[in-house]
């Protein structure tokens, strides 16, 4: 973990592209968020600190620029003491994203929302995910019999499915098992050629960085067919 790690923050500042549509993201975030404490889970490289300094920035794995280290399954505050969790590409590593959603309904306050951008695999994205991203969707795999099934992996595996399949493709299971502990507040499909275009932390970046807004405008014009174009989901879950 820590050479992917010192891999992404080299990139990082050597791509102000890509800082570029990580603020953007972070922004959309900050538009969500309620007021009261804010962590970060899942911080890596501690990107979101710099736009947020008050928020508190976490992983499982220590870091120097962290202020706290756990497993977001067994968070360390005390129940209803967070106004907001912040997640950014975390949601698809959980071993059991069911069992974390209950742990973060404890340690939210009443109100308190968990907000996260993960991977959506639209018509389109799906076909550029598995061609130039190492990490895998994995669409058959029931998350709400988690208590039946043994959820054991490294915290850097992932499948990328996770999001569609709890809060879009089973919202039903979800709504069942959770219609009394959240709602949604915001369920968004977005980009479409900024962040795929960019090459992320993985590959090239295929345009120059004074597109950058023009794309974004295009993206705009574009958001009808978000169902078929997105590769990116924002969702915001708020404590009943």
């Known amino acids: 973990m820590q050479n992917t790690l010192a891999k992404h923050r080299e990139i990082w500042n050597k791509k102000p592209v890509l800082r570029e549509i990580y603020f953007d993201w972070y922004r959309m975030l900050a538009q969500n968020l309620v007021e009261g404490k804010t962590v970060e889970l899942g911080s890596g490289t501690g990107n979101f600190k710099e736009f947020m300094p008050q928020s508190v920035s976490s992983d499982i794995d220590p870091q120097p620029w ?14 209803g003491t967070i106004s ?25 306050r009443k109100g308190g929302r968990i907000l996260m951008i993960e991977p959506y695999p639209s018509f389109f994205s799906i076909i550029i995910y598995k061609i130039f991203h190492p990490e895998p969707f994995f669409f058959n795999i029931d998350y709400f019999s988690a208590p039946k099934m043994k959820m054991i992996k490294k915290p850097w595996d992932s499948n990328q499915a996770i999001p569609y399949l709890i809060f879009f493709k089973n919202v039903k299971l979800f709504n069942k098992q ?14 479409f050629f900024t962040y795929p275009l960019s090459g992320g932390f993985d590959n090239k970046q295929l345009y120059p960085f004074f597109l950058k807004p023009f794309l974004s405008k295009a993206e705009e014009l574009f958001k009808p067919f978000s169902k078929w174009l997105a590769f990116r989901c924002l969702v915001v879950l708020e404590k009943l």
């Not at 962290?66 to 129940?79: E, G, I, S, T, Y």
């Not at 590409?89 to 939210?108: I, S, T």
């Open 84 to 108: 907001n969790l912040v997640m950014i590409d975390v949601f698809h590593h959980l071993a059991d994203p069911v069992k974390f959603l209950h742990e973060a309904h404890r340690v939210l």
């Open 178 to 191: 959770f219609s009394k502990k959240y709602i949604f507040r915001r369920k968004e499909l977005f980009s």
């Open 66 to 79: 962290l202020d706290k280290v756990f497993d977001a399954h067994k968070m360390p505050f005390r129940a």
